[in-house]
Protein backbone atom coordinates (compact mmCIF):
# COMPACT_ATOMS: atom_id res chain seq x y z
CA UNK A 1 0.00 0.00 0.00
CA UNK A 2 1.62 3.26 -0.66
CA UNK A 3 1.97 6.77 1.20
CA UNK A 4 -0.70 8.53 -0.31
CA UNK A 5 -2.99 5.37 0.19
CA UNK A 6 -1.91 5.19 3.89
CA UNK A 7 -2.79 8.58 4.49
CA UNK A 8 -6.06 8.63 3.00
CA UNK A 9 -7.07 5.29 5.18
CA UNK A 10 -6.02 7.67 8.11
CA UNK A 11 -8.18 10.39 7.06
CA UNK A 12 -11.01 7.82 6.23
CA UNK A 13 -10.52 5.64 9.71
CA UNK A 14 -12.61 7.58 11.91
CA UNK A 15 -15.48 7.96 9.24
CA UNK A 16 -15.37 4.42 8.70
CA UNK A 17 -15.60 4.00 12.58
CA UNK A 18 -18.31 5.38 12.97
CA UNK A 19 -20.11 4.11 9.54
CA UNK A 20 -19.38 0.30 11.18
CA UNK A 21 -21.26 1.38 14.83
CA UNK A 22 -24.35 2.83 12.20
CA UNK A 23 -24.29 -0.17 9.76
CA UNK A 24 -23.21 -2.89 12.00
CA UNK A 25 -26.91 -4.21 12.72
CA UNK A 26 -28.36 -3.21 9.66
CA UNK A 27 -29.84 -6.30 8.04
CA UNK A 28 -28.61 -5.42 4.49
CA UNK A 29 -24.94 -5.98 3.61
CA UNK A 30 -22.74 -3.15 3.56
CA UNK A 31 -19.21 -3.01 2.61
CA UNK A 32 -16.63 -0.08 1.81
CA UNK A 33 -14.22 -1.50 -0.88
CA UNK A 34 -10.83 0.50 -0.85
CA UNK A 35 -9.37 2.13 -4.03
CA UNK A 36 -7.25 -1.17 -4.68
CA UNK A 37 -10.76 -3.62 -4.53
CA UNK A 38 -9.96 -4.42 -0.95
CA UNK A 39 -12.88 -5.04 1.58
CA UNK A 40 -12.05 -2.23 4.04
CA UNK A 41 -15.22 -3.30 6.31
CA UNK A 42 -18.00 -5.48 6.26
CA UNK A 43 -21.21 -5.33 8.21
CA UNK A 44 -22.46 -9.44 9.97
CA UNK A 45 -25.36 -9.25 7.47
CA UNK A 46 -22.59 -8.82 4.32
CA UNK A 47 -20.42 -11.79 5.86
CA UNK A 48 -23.51 -13.63 6.86
CA UNK A 49 -24.65 -13.71 3.27
CA UNK A 50 -21.51 -14.72 2.04
CA UNK A 51 -21.11 -17.15 4.58
CA UNK A 52 -18.46 -15.78 6.58
CA UNK A 53 -17.75 -13.77 10.11
CA UNK A 54 -16.71 -10.43 9.15
CA UNK A 55 -13.29 -10.96 9.89
CA UNK A 56 -12.86 -13.15 7.33
CA UNK A 57 -13.54 -11.20 4.89
CA UNK A 58 -11.95 -7.33 6.29
CA UNK A 59 -8.94 -6.64 4.19
CA UNK A 60 -9.90 -9.67 1.23
CA UNK A 61 -10.42 -8.45 -2.31
CA UNK A 62 -13.84 -8.24 -3.34
CA UNK A 63 -13.33 -10.14 -6.36
CA UNK A 64 -13.33 -12.92 -4.44
CA UNK A 65 -16.56 -13.16 -3.84
CA UNK A 66 -17.44 -13.56 -7.66
CA UNK A 67 -17.55 -16.79 -9.47
CA UNK A 68 -15.09 -16.64 -12.42
CA UNK A 69 -18.03 -16.33 -14.83
CA UNK A 70 -19.14 -13.02 -13.17
CA UNK A 71 -15.48 -11.15 -12.81
CA UNK A 72 -16.67 -9.12 -16.13
CA UNK A 73 -19.72 -8.47 -14.92
CA UNK A 74 -18.13 -6.95 -12.34
CA UNK A 75 -15.89 -4.82 -13.31
CA UNK A 76 -18.36 -2.99 -15.61
CA UNK A 77 -19.95 -2.35 -12.88
CA UNK A 78 -17.21 -0.72 -11.17
CA UNK A 79 -16.37 1.23 -14.12
CA UNK A 80 -19.82 2.31 -14.28
CA UNK A 81 -19.57 3.39 -10.98
CA UNK A 82 -16.64 5.64 -11.01
CA UNK A 83 -17.95 7.44 -14.50
CA UNK A 84 -21.30 7.62 -12.85
CA UNK A 85 -20.88 8.20 -8.94
CA UNK A 86 -23.45 5.67 -8.32
CA UNK A 87 -24.64 2.02 -9.74
CA UNK A 88 -27.49 0.01 -9.16
CA UNK A 89 -27.73 -3.88 -11.02
CA UNK A 90 -27.60 -7.62 -10.41
CA UNK A 91 -25.08 -9.54 -9.80
CA UNK A 92 -24.03 -13.33 -9.31
CA UNK A 93 -21.85 -13.56 -6.04
CA UNK A 94 -20.41 -16.88 -4.53
CA UNK A 95 -20.70 -18.34 -1.23
CA UNK A 96 -18.21 -19.46 1.16
CA UNK A 97 -19.31 -22.85 0.02
CA UNK A 98 -18.97 -22.16 -3.48
CA UNK A 99 -22.81 -21.95 -4.27
CA UNK A 100 -24.02 -19.07 -6.44
CA UNK A 101 -25.68 -15.95 -4.30
CA UNK A 102 -27.59 -13.81 -7.17
CA UNK A 103 -27.53 -10.48 -5.47
CA UNK A 104 -29.02 -6.74 -5.78
CA UNK A 105 -26.04 -4.33 -5.38
CA UNK A 106 -26.36 -0.74 -5.66
CA UNK A 107 -22.76 1.17 -5.55
CA UNK A 108 -22.01 4.92 -4.69
CA UNK A 109 -18.69 5.97 -5.03
CA UNK A 110 -16.56 7.53 -1.73
CA UNK A 111 -15.05 10.65 -2.41
CA UNK A 112 -12.54 12.82 0.26
CA UNK A 113 -12.90 16.34 1.73
CA UNK A 114 -10.84 17.24 -1.41
CA UNK A 115 -13.01 15.39 -3.50
CA UNK A 116 -10.95 12.88 -4.63
CA UNK A 117 -11.91 9.23 -4.96
CA UNK A 118 -10.92 7.06 -1.71
CA UNK A 119 -13.33 4.29 -2.47
CA UNK A 120 -17.25 2.95 -2.57
CA UNK A 121 -19.72 1.73 -0.37
CA UNK A 122 -21.76 -0.91 -1.83
CA UNK A 123 -24.90 -2.55 -0.50
CA UNK A 124 -26.21 -6.14 -1.43
CA UNK A 125 -29.35 -7.73 -1.40
CA UNK A 126 -29.89 -11.49 -1.62
CA UNK A 127 -32.86 -12.20 -4.49
CA UNK A 128 -32.36 -15.80 -4.57
CA UNK A 129 -35.78 -16.51 -3.75
CA UNK A 130 -37.26 -13.63 -6.97
CA UNK A 131 -34.67 -15.24 -8.78
CA UNK A 132 -36.56 -18.89 -8.10
CA UNK A 133 -39.86 -17.60 -7.97
CA UNK A 134 -38.65 -16.06 -11.94
CA UNK A 135 -37.08 -19.27 -12.62
CA UNK A 136 -40.30 -21.37 -11.71
CA UNK A 137 -42.42 -18.75 -13.10
CA UNK A 138 -40.60 -19.11 -16.40
CA UNK A 139 -40.80 -23.18 -15.96
CA UNK A 140 -44.44 -22.60 -15.92
CA UNK A 141 -44.32 -20.53 -18.66
CA UNK A 142 -42.38 -22.64 -20.53
CA UNK A 143 -44.69 -25.46 -19.27
CA UNK A 144 -47.99 -23.82 -20.41
CA UNK A 145 -46.45 -22.91 -23.94
CA UNK A 146 -45.65 -26.89 -24.08
CA UNK A 147 -48.70 -27.74 -23.18
CA UNK A 148 -50.30 -25.11 -25.65
CA UNK A 149 -48.33 -26.55 -28.40
CA UNK A 150 -49.81 -30.02 -27.29
CA UNK A 151 -53.51 -28.88 -27.32
CA UNK A 152 -52.50 -27.21 -30.67
CA UNK A 153 -50.95 -30.16 -32.40
CA UNK A 154 -53.76 -32.42 -31.01
CA UNK A 155 -56.45 -30.14 -32.62
CA UNK A 156 -54.01 -30.04 -35.86
CA UNK A 157 -54.38 -33.93 -35.57
CA UNK A 158 -57.74 -33.97 -35.64
CA UNK A 159 -58.59 -31.46 -37.89
CA UNK A 160 -56.46 -32.55 -40.01
CA UNK A 161 -58.91 -35.97 -38.90
CA UNK A 162 -61.91 -33.90 -39.75
CA UNK A 163 -60.82 -32.68 -43.10
CA UNK A 164 -60.03 -36.76 -44.43
CA UNK A 165 -63.38 -38.02 -43.01
CA UNK A 166 -65.18 -35.00 -45.26
CA UNK A 167 -63.00 -35.86 -48.28
CA UNK A 168 -64.35 -39.31 -47.83
CA UNK A 169 -67.74 -38.63 -47.26
CA UNK A 170 -67.71 -35.71 -50.28
CA UNK A 171 -66.38 -38.83 -52.33
CA UNK A 172 -68.98 -41.04 -51.06
CA UNK A 173 -71.69 -38.46 -52.23
CA UNK A 174 -70.05 -37.92 -55.24
CA UNK A 175 -70.42 -41.56 -55.74
CA UNK A 176 -73.66 -41.56 -54.69
CA UNK A 177 -74.88 -38.53 -56.77
CA UNK A 178 -73.67 -40.26 -59.88
CA UNK A 179 -75.13 -43.23 -58.65
CA UNK A 180 -78.77 -41.45 -58.20
CA UNK A 181 -78.35 -39.98 -61.75
CA UNK A 182 -77.64 -42.72 -63.26
CA UNK A 183 -80.86 -44.41 -61.70
CA UNK A 184 -82.87 -41.43 -62.79
CA UNK A 185 -81.55 -42.36 -66.26
CA UNK A 186 -82.07 -45.93 -66.36
CA UNK A 187 -85.64 -44.50 -65.05
CA UNK A 188 -86.49 -41.85 -67.54
CA UNK A 189 -85.11 -44.19 -70.25
CA UNK A 190 -87.70 -47.22 -69.04
CA UNK A 191 -90.15 -44.86 -68.82
CA UNK A 192 -89.72 -43.75 -72.45
CA UNK A 193 -89.52 -47.53 -73.17
CA UNK A 194 -92.67 -48.09 -71.60
CA UNK A 195 -94.15 -45.71 -73.12
CA UNK A 196 -93.40 -46.19 -76.72
CA UNK A 197 -94.61 -50.03 -76.01
CA UNK A 198 -97.96 -48.84 -74.33
CA UNK A 199 -98.45 -46.17 -77.17
CA UNK A 200 -97.20 -48.94 -80.06
CA UNK A 201 -99.74 -51.06 -78.51
CA UNK A 202 -102.54 -48.60 -78.14
CA UNK A 203 -102.28 -47.59 -82.08
CA UNK A 204 -101.44 -50.87 -83.58
CA UNK A 205 -103.76 -53.27 -81.36
CA UNK A 206 -106.01 -50.90 -79.50
CA UNK A 207 -106.64 -48.22 -81.70
CA UNK A 208 -107.11 -50.40 -85.04
CA UNK A 209 -110.22 -52.84 -83.03
CA UNK A 210 -111.98 -49.03 -82.29
CA UNK A 211 -111.73 -48.34 -86.01
CA UNK A 212 -112.99 -51.73 -86.45
CA UNK A 213 -115.84 -51.13 -84.18
CA UNK A 214 -116.46 -48.19 -86.15
CA UNK A 215 -117.43 -49.66 -89.44
CA UNK A 216 -120.48 -51.61 -87.28
CA UNK A 217 -123.74 -50.43 -87.17
CA UNK A 218 -123.73 -48.72 -83.75
CA UNK A 219 -125.77 -45.57 -82.51
CA UNK A 220 -125.02 -42.19 -83.19
CA UNK A 221 -123.68 -42.22 -79.22
CA UNK A 222 -121.73 -44.92 -79.23
CA UNK A 223 -119.99 -43.81 -81.81
CA UNK A 224 -119.23 -40.86 -80.34
CA UNK A 225 -118.02 -42.27 -77.59
CA UNK A 226 -115.53 -44.50 -79.30
CA UNK A 227 -114.57 -41.40 -81.28
CA UNK A 228 -113.43 -39.79 -77.34
CA UNK A 229 -112.01 -43.03 -76.21
CA UNK A 230 -109.38 -43.28 -79.23
CA UNK A 231 -108.85 -39.71 -78.54
CA UNK A 232 -108.34 -40.34 -75.37
CA UNK A 233 -106.09 -43.03 -75.24
CA UNK A 234 -103.90 -41.34 -77.80
CA UNK A 235 -103.57 -38.14 -75.47
CA UNK A 236 -102.39 -40.44 -72.81
CA UNK A 237 -98.81 -39.35 -74.71
CA UNK A 238 -99.54 -35.85 -74.99
CA UNK A 239 -97.05 -34.88 -72.51
CA UNK A 240 -94.23 -37.85 -73.57
CA UNK A 241 -92.84 -35.99 -76.47
CA UNK A 242 -95.53 -36.62 -78.88
CA UNK A 243 -97.40 -32.76 -77.84
CA UNK A 244 -95.04 -29.76 -77.57
CA UNK A 245 -95.47 -28.49 -74.11
CA UNK A 246 -95.96 -24.87 -75.01
CA UNK A 247 -99.03 -25.73 -77.16
CA UNK A 248 -100.82 -26.79 -73.89
CA UNK A 249 -99.66 -24.44 -71.72
CA UNK A 250 -101.72 -21.70 -73.53
CA UNK A 251 -104.93 -23.96 -73.35
CA UNK A 252 -107.35 -24.47 -70.57
CA UNK A 253 -108.16 -27.90 -69.33
CA UNK A 254 -111.91 -27.55 -71.19
CA UNK A 255 -110.33 -26.51 -74.46
CA UNK A 256 -108.06 -29.45 -73.77
CA UNK A 257 -111.04 -31.80 -73.96
CA UNK A 258 -112.26 -30.05 -76.59
CA UNK A 259 -109.51 -30.41 -78.41
CA UNK A 260 -109.75 -34.50 -78.07
CA UNK A 261 -113.16 -34.12 -79.26
CA UNK A 262 -112.43 -32.29 -82.22
CA UNK A 263 -109.54 -34.48 -83.08
CA UNK A 264 -111.65 -37.10 -82.88
CA UNK A 265 -113.62 -35.59 -86.07
CA UNK A 266 -116.57 -34.72 -83.97
CA UNK A 267 -118.72 -31.99 -85.24
CA UNK A 268 -119.25 -28.67 -83.50
CA UNK A 269 -122.85 -30.39 -83.21
CA UNK A 270 -121.79 -33.67 -81.86
CA UNK A 271 -119.25 -31.72 -79.42
CA UNK A 272 -122.54 -29.96 -78.08
CA UNK A 273 -124.74 -33.03 -77.22
CA UNK A 274 -121.95 -35.03 -75.54
CA UNK A 275 -120.86 -32.27 -73.81
CA UNK A 276 -123.96 -30.57 -72.89
CA UNK A 277 -123.31 -27.17 -74.25
CA UNK A 278 -124.68 -24.90 -76.56
CA UNK A 279 -123.29 -25.32 -80.71
CA UNK A 280 -122.56 -21.77 -79.96
CA UNK A 281 -120.16 -22.02 -77.31
CA UNK A 282 -118.22 -24.98 -79.07
CA UNK A 283 -117.62 -22.38 -81.64
CA UNK A 284 -116.47 -20.12 -79.68
CA UNK A 285 -113.58 -22.27 -78.00
CA UNK A 286 -112.84 -23.46 -81.25
CA UNK A 287 -112.43 -20.02 -82.54
CA UNK A 288 -110.04 -19.27 -79.23
CA UNK A 289 -108.29 -22.93 -79.79
CA UNK A 290 -107.19 -22.12 -83.27
CA UNK A 291 -106.08 -18.22 -82.00
CA UNK A 292 -103.98 -19.91 -79.49
CA UNK A 293 -102.79 -22.31 -81.35
CA UNK A 294 -101.25 -19.55 -84.35
CA UNK A 295 -104.31 -21.09 -86.71
CA UNK A 296 -106.01 -17.77 -87.34
CA UNK A 297 -105.80 -16.72 -91.28
CA UNK A 298 -105.14 -19.76 -92.05
CA UNK A 299 -107.41 -22.56 -94.11
CA UNK A 300 -106.08 -25.27 -92.24
CA UNK A 301 -108.85 -27.73 -90.64
CA UNK A 302 -108.68 -27.69 -86.99
CA UNK A 303 -109.22 -31.20 -86.74
CA UNK A 304 -106.32 -32.30 -89.32
CA UNK A 305 -104.32 -30.13 -87.08
CA UNK A 306 -104.44 -31.59 -83.67
CA UNK A 307 -104.85 -34.93 -84.85
CA UNK A 308 -100.84 -34.49 -86.38
CA UNK A 309 -99.94 -32.61 -83.37
CA UNK A 310 -101.71 -34.20 -80.54
CA UNK A 311 -102.35 -37.83 -82.21
CA UNK A 312 -99.50 -38.89 -84.86
CA UNK A 313 -96.41 -40.55 -83.22
Do not use: W
Amino acid sequence: MGASNRKERRQVEPQLRFLADLVEHIAVGIAFVDREGCLAFVNRAFAKLHGYDPGELTGQRLVKLYPADSVMSAALADLETENSGEFTTELVHARQDGSSLPVSRSSSLVRSEEGTPIGMVITVRDISERKLTESLATESHKKRVRQLEESLQAISEQLEEARSDLQKQARRLKYADEALKLMISQMEDFKKDTERTMFRNITEVVLPALDQLNTLKLPESARHLLNSLAFNLKSLFLDSGHVGEEELTVLTPQEIRLCELIGSGLTSKEIADTTGISPGTVSAHRFNIRRKLGLVGSRRPLASHLRQKFLEP
